[in-house]
């Protein structure tokens, strides 16, 4: 291992090559923590809408430390000083950003953890591996966490013109063929620059951030909150909380080792200790997956009829519309379910829910994108666009959807 060369160049099909600027940060890729990220899936079951989404966190996470390196590269030479020890901590916070997403992105946060999110997570891994690491992740720890006193570092990793959702929406466009949402990262990124300690983009660089939030409202109708897509990512979890309902009700259900122990276990926030971290570190999507294919043979009508419409994409109907769905409507599916299936009530609502979507593009309540002009005047984007009205794209769109069985 020593003998390596350990400043290895990756070749990404979006960037080209992309190089590993430190032996540290070779060390962390290399991790069995961060080499997980091959098996959990980018865009969850997207792939059932667009057969090209199976791409992988881990492919996300490398393209945007990329994009860091250049952002670096691009304020250092318009005079920002940014020591090797910030630069390192920012390539190392944002390289760790997704460390914690659990098998198929978020279905696993609502159903078999109770409210333990995966940013929650990653800080875990992150505070594990600061102690493998003799406390060399402690700058980038404090970055994530917002506590480093230069606020632009956080922006970068997590702002509205972040790192992270310039290399996801440039890849996911690519990935799923969607080229609406592409967008020319490259270009916004030689457009920054800090202005009383925050990131700004220079004035000339409005038409590409006009694109930017637009591609993002686009990718979010399209793909990421594609009727198909919600269906099943729906379904996942519902299929991973009735595997929990009915293990601690006593059934043993086939699974691997790492999944019986969230199925076995009731797992919070205050009691996800370093064997859970661990036991979590091992689960990814195989499991989910190895998981159906059991299950699909189970007496149980719920999970087993689950796990076949998950396998064979032989989903729930969907409806979306604005306003809500009458209390009448829901009623008379459960109803025809209940009946037609000779199921309960409570095993009819795995099949007949509601819920809501929301598409935000741009946020103007805070972290707003900000335009430096020549004069020195510093605007919001949306006060300064003169194409498209920005300001309608920060609205928040609410709509609500209905999921039941199809009619034979």
């Given at each position: 291992m020593n003998s390596q060369n350990k400043l290895k160049i990756i070749n990404d099909p979006i960037y080209g090559f992309i190089t590993i600027p430190s032996i540290l940060v070779f060390e962390l890729i290399e991790h069995?923590?961060?080499?997980?990220?091959?098996?959990?899936?980018?865009?969850?079951?997207?792939?059932?809408?667009?057969?090209?989404?199976?791409?992988?966190?881990?492919?996300?996470?490398?393209?945007?430390?990329?994009?860091?390196?250049?952002?670096?590269?691009?304020?250092?030479f318009k005079g920002i000083e940014i020591s090797e020890q910030e630069s390192e901590a920012l390539y190392i916070a944002i390289l760790l950003h997704d460390i914690g997403h659990?098998?198929?992105?978020?279905a696993m946060e609502h159903s078999i953890v109770e409210n333990v999110d995966h940013e929650s997570i990653s800080l875990l891994f992150m505070d594990i591996l600061n102690q493998e690491f003799n406390n060399r992740l402690t700058l980038a720890i404090q970055i994530f966490k917002n506590e480093h006193p230069r606020n632009f570092f956080y922006q970068l990793i997590s702002g509205q013109l972040d790192m992270d959702r310039?290399?996801?929406?440039?890849?996911?466009?690519?990935?799923?063929?969607?080229?609406?949402?592409?967008?020319?990262?490259?270009?916004?990124?030689?457009?920054?620059?800090?202005?009383?300690?925050?990131?700004?983009?220079?004035?000339k660089g409005i038409y590409s951030v006009e694109k930017f939030i637009i591609a993002r409202r686009l990718m979010y109708w399209q793909v990421y909150l594609h009727k198909t897509s919600l269906v099943a990512e729906?379904?996942?979890?519902?299929?991973?909380k009735r595997a929990k309902e009915l293990t601690l009700k006593g059934k043993?259900?086939?699974?691997?080792?790492?999944?019986?122990?969230?199925?076995?276990?009731?797992?919070?926030?205050?009691?996800?200790?370093?064997?859970?971290?661990?036991?979590?570190?091992?689960?990814?999507?195989?499991?989910?997956?190895?998981?159906?294919?059991?299950?699909?043979?189970?007496?149980?009508?719920?999970?087993?009829?689950?796990?076949e419409m998950l396998l064979h994409r032989d989903l729930l109907k969907i409806e979306i519309q604005f306003d809500s769905f009458s209390e009448e409507k829901i009623i008379n599916a459960k109803k025809k379910v209940m009946e037609k299936y000779n199921i309960?009530?409570?095993?009819?609502?795995?099949?007949?829910?509601?819920?809501?979507?929301?598409?935000?593009?741009?946020?103007?309540?805070?972290?707003?994108?900000?335009?430096?002009?020549?004069?020195?005047?510093?605007i919001d984007v949306a006060n300064a666009s003169d194409q498209l009205n920005l300001k309608a794209l920060s609205k928040k769109v609410v709509k609500n959807y209905m999921c039941y069985p199809k009619t034979n």
């Open positions: 069995r923590y961060f080499q997980r990220l091959r098996r959990i899936s980018q865009m969850g079951m997207s792939y059932l809408v667009y057969p090209g989404a199976h791409h992988t966190r881990f492919h996300h996470a490398l393209g945007a430390m990329h994009l860091m390196q250049k952002a670096v590269q691009v304020l250092r659990g098998p198929f992105s978020h310039m290399d996801y929406l440039k890849r996911d466009s690519f990935y799923t063929g969607v080229s609406e949402g592409s967008v020319n990262s490259e270009r916004l990124i030689s457009m920054l620059n800090v202005f009383e300690d925050n990131l700004v983009v220079e004035e729906q379904l996942v979890t519902r299929l991973l043993e259900l086939q699974a691997s080792t790492a999944l019986s122990y969230f199925l076995n276990h009731s797992v919070t926030k205050n009691n996800f200790d370093l064997e859970t971290l661990d036991t979590f570190s091992k689960l990814d999507d195989f499991d989910i997956i190895s998981a159906m294919k059991y299950w699909v043979s189970e007496d149980d009508f719920v999970l087993s009829n689950i796990s309960l009530e409570e095993e009819a609502s795995y099949f007949v829910f509601t819920g809501q979507i929301t598409n935000q593009a741009y946020s103007m309540e805070k972290d707003t994108i900000n335009l430096y002009k020549k004069s020195g005047e510093v």
